[in-house]
């Protein structure tokens, strides 16, 4: 049985709708018939989802692999899909999942800014970012713990009422009212 690896491109072609646990509800219908089908098949491999475009990455027996890209081409939830990378490999590289899902994550937005990259466009990547997208799905525990791109955008730039200097101003304000009060009330 010979083993290959395959990985993709693509738009989706649906207008994406408000999170729900973690996940925009096409993509975790998507999600749902991947895990079913691709852990019948012995296939692994992610899935990125972000800037409405999917990164995919798919490992396993060959037959496998290619019977399930030619399902995943003719699925209309998505277009321009372009093959980025499709190899025999020797082993399996990844153990335990039938499919990762790793929304645009902090790791994933340092990925881009380390590449210089305004927007996630995974077509356009070259094999070293490719290589490096697999190796972020590889190491990624976001499955567990699904965090949305946005959130950390916001949990990121949501600005705190009090800045901590202003904080020790206030306490510092605080005492010496209070010292004031106590030297006015001795003074009575
Ligand atoms: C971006 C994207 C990724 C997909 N990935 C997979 C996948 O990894 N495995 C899979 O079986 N189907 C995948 N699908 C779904 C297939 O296109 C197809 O709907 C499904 O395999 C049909 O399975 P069913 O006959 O069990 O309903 C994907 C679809 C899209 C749009």
Known sequence: MSLMRLAYASEATFEAKPVEKGVEPHVARILMTSRKNNARGKLVGGLYYGNNRFFQYLEGDEDEVRKTYD???QDDRHRNVVTLIEEPVADRTFSNWSMKYVPLSRDVQR??????????????FTSAQCEQMIELIRNSSHDQKLV????ARTVRETPQAFSPGLKAGLIVAGLCL???LFFAGSML
């Open 71 to 73: 399902r995943i081409l």
């Open 111 to 124: 990925f881009l800014e380390s590449q210089g990259l305004q927007r996630f466009e995974p077509a356009s």
């Open 148 to 151: 949305n791109h946005d959130e």
């Open 178 to 180: 209070l010292g004031a």
